[in-house]
């Protein structure tokens, strides 16, 4: 009698295997995550006080929001912004994990000056992008928008939400 509560358990044991290798396997599809336009935001020259861009902007100001940023996007324009709003100026640091385009990270203290910039930072890299001094906002754009512009510490940003 065990022997054959145990042989009708392996041939149980095998169909079953089997029939979930042979089971036709789900693909996980997911929708890119599109661009929200949520307000505007202008960048100045310090010496001139010039206007050098005018962004579109999403904003990120909740934990999900600023821990996701532009993860699992395709990109963006080259009109259009991510702006990270911390609510009070502390050391931040970034990295590139799970995103796929490079970025130029403008760091901005909490009187809208920019502090610090990183450029050209590589997708998918998990190295840390600090923010070297204490900032509040953090502006990520397409790579290369800091050297068009001519983007400099002292150069300041003003936003307004939709």
Known sequence: ???????????????ILHSCKDAPKKEIK??????????ELSVFKAASDS???????????NDYETETGLM?????????????????????SFYMKNTE???DIIFIKSDMTVASIQENAQPLSQASLPSKVPVQYVLEVNAGLVGKWGLAVG????????
């Not at 996007?73 to 502390?90: I, T």
């Open 1 to 15: 009698m065990g022997y054959f509560k145990v042989t009708c358990f392996f041939i149980f044991g095998c169909f």
């Open 30 to 39: 997911t929708e890119p995550v599109a661009f929200k336009k949520e307000g």
């Open 51 to 61: 206007i050098i861009a005018r962004l579109d902007i999403e904003i990120a100001d």
């Open 72 to 92: 699992y996007r395709q990109g963006m324009e080259d009109h259009q912004g991510m702006l990270f709003v911390f609510p009070d100026q502390a050391m931040h």
């Open 101 to 103: 385009f490079p970025l």
């Open 155 to 162: 150069d300041s940003v003003t936003y307004e939400k939709q």
